[in-house]
């Protein structure tokens, strides 16, 4: 069984960066990781994705801006934020898959992933 456990939220002001971490455990099998986000009353955004092999994914909204990263050794996955954006506020969550993805880019879709962790939540005040 996956479990995943983010860390690394917080309160920041408009520009500032944060770096969220995903420490994991039973990873056997896990293929894609990725970090979604949820506002009140909204459903799981995709926020970045990566392929056990290196292939990144991001959300228009945050190209140029957040940077997905793992390291398997210590099996946990990043994500650093930088100029960071009111929008940008949410509750952050990581997740993997664990069966094999055979498209040449990792998934974005919420319904492609099957461990979740608790979330971090991240504010960004302007």
């Known amino acids: 069984q996956v479990q995943l456990v983010e860390s690394g939220g917080g309160s920041v002001q408009s520009g500032g960066s944060l770096r969220l971490s995903c420490a994991g455990s039973?990873?056997?099998?896990?293929?894609?990781m990725a970090w979604f986000r949820q506002t009140p009353g909204q459903g799981r955004e995709g926020v970045a994705s990566?392929?056990?092999?290196?292939?990144?994914n991001y959300a228009d909204s945050v190209k140029g801006r957040f940077s997905i990263s793992k390291d398997d050794a210590k099996f946990t996955l990043y994500l650093q934020m930088n100029n960071l954006k009111p929008e940008d506020t949410g509750m952050y969550y990581c997740?993997?898959?664990?069966?094999?993805?055979?498209?040449?880019?990792?998934?974005?879709?919420?319904?492609?992933?099957?461990?979740w962790g608790q979330g971090t939540q991240v504010t960004v005040s302007s």
């Open positions: 997740a993997a898959r664990r069966r094999l993805w055979t498209g040449s880019i990792p998934p974005l879709a919420q319904s492609e992933y099957h461990y």
């Open positions: 039973g990873y056997t099998g896990v293929t894609c």
């Open positions: 990566i392929d056990h092999d290196g292939p990144t």
